[in-house]
Nanobody, 123 residues
Framework: QVRLVESGGGLVQPGGSLRLSCAAS????????MGWFRQAPGKEREGVAI???????RWADSVNGRFTISRDNAKRSLYLQMNSLKPEDTAVYYC?????????????????WGSGTQVTVSS
């Protein structure tokens, strides 16, 4: 059974940093594309960053230069380093996995999802 568990969310001041982690189990992690997505209140879920099984990455324009996605296949873990956080980054952040996503940021391309972790950026 596929399981994705996010951690690392919390309350941070504007300009601060957070590192999200996603622990994966139930599938061969290294063979899956992985992604981070977020959903703010009243908005649709949107792609933040993805990393394919080959290590190719893609970011949303809104986070480019501030967020970094990485994976550790040996630890079956996905990470999102978030720097220079802004209030508009406030959302529930989700980890997602799919055997083949096509390297796109669309949530529709990902089959497996975690339950999310709240990130709030506020002074």
């Amino acid at each position: 059974q596929v399981r994705l568990v996010e951690s690392g969310g919390g309350l941070v001041q504007p300009g601060g940093s957070l590192r999200l982690s996603c622990a994966a189990s139930g599938f061969i992690f290294g063979t899956y594309d992985m992604g981070w997505f977020r959903q703010a209140p009243g908005k649709e879920r949107e792609g933040v960053a993805i990393i394919t099984r080959s290590g190719s990455t893609r970011w949303a324009d809104s986070v480019n230069g501030r967020f970094t996605i990485s994976r550790d296949n040996a630890k079956r873990s996905l990470y999102l380093q978030m720097n220079s956080l802004k209030p508009e980054d406030t959302a529930v952040y989700y980890c997602a996995a799919d055997f083949y996503s096509g390297g796109v940021l669309s949530p529709d391309e990902y089959k497996y999802w975690g339950s999310g972790t709240q990130v709030t950026v506020s002074s």
